[in-house]
C-alpha cells in the first residue's frame, strides 16, 4: 500500500472516532424500550397537564387565540426536538444533549446543560406530586389526608417503578399515553358532535357566534397572547425525552425518525385542535385555571361523571410527568457522573440496569417538595412551576446552540449529518434560540410571581459557577484519564 493510501486511511480512521466518540455514561443500559414505548413516549411528552389543566386559565386569559399560541410554540418545540432527533441518528446515547453539549461546547457546557435540566426536572417533580395531591383530594374520600401525605405517596409508588426496570417503566408511560390520548380523542369527537348538532352548552348554541359575540379572537388584546407563551412553552416540557430514550432501544435508526416527525401532527391535532373546540363551545370567561376546561364543557352539557373522569386522566398525566422526570434525570446524571460533574453515586445501576443514584437524588429534591406541601400547600405548585421554567428554555436552548456547532462541524467536515436534518439551518436554530430568550425575557411582564423568578437567575448563575469550581479538578481528572486510555 502506498504512503497517501496509508495516510488517507489513518485520517479516515481519525474522522470516524472523531464522528462516534464513547460516552463512558452509555455503557450497561439495557435495549429493552421497543418501537411503542419511544413513540408513546413521545406522545406523552407532547400531551400532559399543561393542556388538561392549564388550558382553562390560558383561554380565560387570552382568548380563542390561545390556539395560535400552541402553534407558534409547538412549532419551536418540534424544531427542538427534529434537532435533538438529528443528533440521536448521530450518536445515540443516554446521556441525551448532556452528551452532545460535552461534544460539542466542552465539559462546562455539559455541566450547566445537566445542571439545568436536573433543575427543570427536581422541580417539575415536586410541582406534580404536589398536582397529584391536589387531584387527589377531589374525592371525598381522600378530603381528610394531608397533602404532603399524598405527595408523599405518590412519589413513593413511582420511585418503585422507575427502579424495577426500564421495561416497567416503559410500559407504564404506554399506558399513560393511551389514556390521554383517548380522553382528548373522546372529547374531540363530543365536542364535534355538540358542534354538528348544534346542541346547548350551557344555554348557548355551540359555534362560530360563540367567538365572535364575545369579543372575538383577541378579546383581551395581543399583549395577553404574547404573555401565556410562556406557559404554553412548559406545556411542551419533556419532549426531549425521546432523545433519551433512544439510548436504550435497539433501533434508534428506525424509531426515532418516526417519533419525531409525528410530533408535528399530534401537536396539530390535540393542541390546536382541542383549543379551537373549547372556543368555539364555551366563551373564555367561562373557563377558570382551577378547573379543567374539558371538565368545564362536560359538566355544562350534563354528563353524568365528567368530573371524576377528568380528574383522573389529569391524575395520570401527573403521575406520567413524574415517571418521565425520574427516569431522565436518572440517566443525565450517571452521564454527568461518569465525566465527574455529578456525584459519584449517581453513576451506580443495580442488576436490572436502572441507574438508580440519579433517580434517588431527583427523588430527595422531591422530598423537599413534600415538605413544602407541608408548609405551604396552597403557594407549592405556582412557586416550582416557575422555577422548572428556567430549567425547560435552558435545556432547549443549549439543545439547539449545541446544533449548531453540530452543522458546522460537519460543514467543515470533521462529523457527518446524517439523512434525517433540522430544515433550514442555521435560521432554524437562531430563530428558535431569539424565540426562547423572548419567552424568558417576557415572564418580566408577571409582576406577582414571573419577575420574582427572573431574580432567581442570577443565584442559579453564583451556584453553578460555585459548582464547577468545586468539580473542576475531578472533571478534568476523568478527561485524562479517558484520553490515556484512547491513546493505548
Not at 463512558?24 to 408513546?40: E, P, Q, T, W
Request: glycine share 10%.
Amino acid at each position: 500500500m502506498s504512503k497517501d493510501a496509508v495516510d488517507s486511511a489513518q485520517a479516515a480512521s481519525r474522522t470516524e472516532t472523531a464522528q462516534v466518540p464513547a460516552d463512558a455514561g452509555d455503557a450497561g443500559y439495557s435495549k429493552d424500550l421497543k418501537a411503542r414505548h419511544v413513540n408513546m413516549i413521545a406522545i406523552g411528552g407532547a400531551i400532559g397537564t399543561g393542556l388538561f389543566l392549564g388550558a382553562g386559565g390560558r383561554l380565560r386569559d387570552a382568548g380563542p387565540a390561545l390556539a395560535l399560541a400552541y402553534l407558534v410554540c409547538g412549532v419551536f418545540a418540534f424544531f427542538v426536538v427534529r434537532a435533538l432527533g438529528e443528533l440521536v441518528l448521530y450518536r445515540p446515547s443516554s446521556g441525551s444533549f448532556v452528551s452532545y453539549a460535552r461534544e460539542f461546547l466542552g465539559e462546562k457546557g455539559a455541566y450547566v446543560a445537566g445542571w439545568m435540566y436536573f433543575l427543570n426536572w427536581s422541580t417539575t417533580g415536586i410541582a406534580d406530586i404536589t398536582a397529584i395531591a391536589l387531584y387527589t383530594h377531589y374525592w371525598s374520600l381522600f378530603t381528610d389526608v394531608p397533602q404532603w401525605v399524598l405527595a408523599l405517596v405518590a412519589l413513593a409508588v413511582v420511585l418503585a417503578v422507575n427502579l424495577i426496570s426500564v421495561k416497567i417503566f416503559g410500559e407504564m408511560e404506554f399506558w399513560f399515553a393511551i389514556i390521554k390520548v383517548a380522553t382528548l380523542v373522546g372529547f374531540m369527537l363530543i365536542g364535534i358532535f355538540l358542534l354538528a348538532t348544534q346542541h346547548e352548552v350551557g344555554g348557548r348554541t355551540p359555534g362560530v357566534g360563540v367567538i365572535t359575540d364575545n369579543g372575538g379572537v383577541v378579546p383581551h388584546g395581543v399583549m395577553p397572547v404574547i404573555l401565556v407563551m410562556q406557559g404554553v412553552i412548559f406545556a411542551y416540557a419533556a419532549l426531549e425525552l425521546v432523545g433519551v430514550a433512544a439510548g436504550e432501544t435497539a433501533e434508534p435508526q428506525k424509531v426515532v425518525p418516526r417519533a419525531v416527525n409525528s410530533i408535528m401532527w399530534r401537536v396539530g391535532l390535540f393542541y390546536v385542535g382541542s383549543v379551537v373546540l373549547l372556543a368555539l363551545l364555551l366563551p373564555g370567561s367561562l373557563y377558570s385555571g382551577d378547573e379543567s376546561p374539558f371538565v368545564t364543557v362536560l359538566s355544562k352539557v350534563g354528563i353524568p361523571a365528567a368530573g371524576d373522569v377528568m380528574n383522573l386522566v389529569v391524575l395520570t398525566a401527573a403521575m406520567s410527568s413524574l415517571n418521565s422526570g425520574l427516569y431522565s434525570t436518572g440517566r443525565i446524571l450517571r452521564s454527568m457522573a461518569m465525566a465527574g460533574s455529578a456525584p459519584r453515586f449517581t453513576a451506580r445501576m443495580n442488576r436490572s440496569q436502572v441507574p438508580y443514584g440519579g433517580i434517588l437524588l431527583t427523588c430527595a429534591v422531591c422530598v423537599l417538595g413534600v415538605g413544602l406541601n407541608f408548609l405551604m400547600p396552597s403557594q407549592a405548585f405556582e412557586i416550582v412551576l416557575n422555577v422548572a421554567s428556567l430549567g425547560v428554555i435552558s435545556t432547549w436552548v443549549i439543545i439547539m446552540v449545541c446544533h449548531l456547532v453540530f452543522v458546522r462541524r460537519a460543514q467543515e467536515g470533521v462529523v457527518t449529518r446524517p439523512s434525517f436534518r433540522l430544515p433550514f439551518s442555521p435560521v432554524t436554530e437562531i430563530a428558535t434560540i431569539v424565540f426562547l430568550l423572548a419567552c424568558l425575557a417576557m415572564m418580566w411582564n408577571d409582576a406577582e410571581v414571573g419577575r420574582k423568578t427572573l431574580f432567581l437567575i442570577p443565584v442559579i448563575a453564583v451556584l453553578l459557577i460555585a459548582g464547577w469550581f468545586g468539580v473542576r479538578r475531578r472533571v478534568s481528572g476523568t478527561a485524562d484519564r479517558e484520553l490515556s486510555d484512547f491513546t493505548k
